[in-house]
């Protein structure tokens, strides 16, 4: 079945850091690609997505690319705040209409 | 700005008491899920609904969990009866049907059972 591997957390950086999170799926078929992103106390919200290989989605500083020769949607940020700490979920959707694998999920705690 | 809503937010409960938990998804939407979250397991999915038909509920402990969708506005899932292991924050999500369709959450019920 379908499955996404993320890096284990916390990922604890000073404000202004560069961030990686790597995340990694096997699935079949071409997969839509999600980031969800926890806050604390809050519900998951969608940070980006993409749909389709080669694709890169973006939102507030965050990047990822999907790639498909490596099954892989690392997410990306240049300069981190601390308003950024939080948890960040890597997902898919399959065939199975917009049901979501999640990764285990990799809490970023940045540090003034 | 639609958003999923769910109450009760917080709930406090003693061992062997029924909790029902409510959701109402954003109005259009057609698919309707339940996660459980605790530190020990993350996020697991529950239950998950399409057009309020319940498709997969493999998640969830069938002898004491019961997830419905009365009707197009309200999802429910109900513990009876409740056990400490419960406890969790439990998360209602709502989307349109489709692969590259993301999912929106609620803010979640934090379970304290006793």
């Known amino acids: 079945g379908d499955s996404v591997t993320q890096m284990e957390g916390p990922v604890t950086l000073s404000e202004e850091a560069f961030l990686t999170i790597n995340c990694t799926y096997t699935?079949?078929?071409?997969?839509?690609l999600f980031w969800y992103v926890q806050y604390p106390g809050e519900g998951l919200q969608l940070l980006l997505k993409?749909?389709?290989?080669?694709d890169k989605g973006s939102n507030k500083g965050f990047e990822a690319t999907y790639r498909k020769e490596t099954t892989s949607f690392h997410l990306e940020k240049g300069s981190v705040q601390v308003s950024d700490s939080a948890v960040y979920f890597c997902?898919?959707?399959?065939?199975?209409?917009?049901?979501?694998?999640f990764g285990g999920g990799t809490r970023l705690m940045v540090k003034p | 700005d639609a958003r999923v809503t769910q109450t009760p937010r917080d709930k406090v409960t003693e061992m062997g008491q029924e909790v029902t938990m409510r959701c109402q998804p954003i109005?259009?939407?057609?698919?309707v899920f339940w996660y459980r979250q605790t530190m020990m397991q993350g996020l697991e999915l529950l239950a998950y609904?399409?057009?309020?038909?319940?498709?997969?509920d493999s998640g969830m402990p069938k002898d004491r969990f019961s997830a419905e969708m009365p009707d197009a506005t309200l999802a429910t899932l109900k513990i009876q009866p409740s056990e400490p292991r419960d406890s969790a924050v439990y998360f209602c999500?709502?989307?349109?049907?489709?692969?590259?369709?993301?999912?929106?959450f609620g803010p979640g019920t934090r379970l304290t059972v006793l």
């Open positions: 699935a079949t078929g071409y997969p839509s």
């Open positions: 999500a709502s989307g349109l049907e489709a692969a590259y369709n993301e999912q929106f």
């Open positions: 997902a898919l959707s399959g065939n199975a209409g917009n049901m979501l694998t």
């Open positions: 109005l259009g939407h057609n698919t």
């Open positions: 609904f399409r057009n309020r038909a319940p498709l997969d």
């Open positions: 993409a749909t389709k290989a080669d």
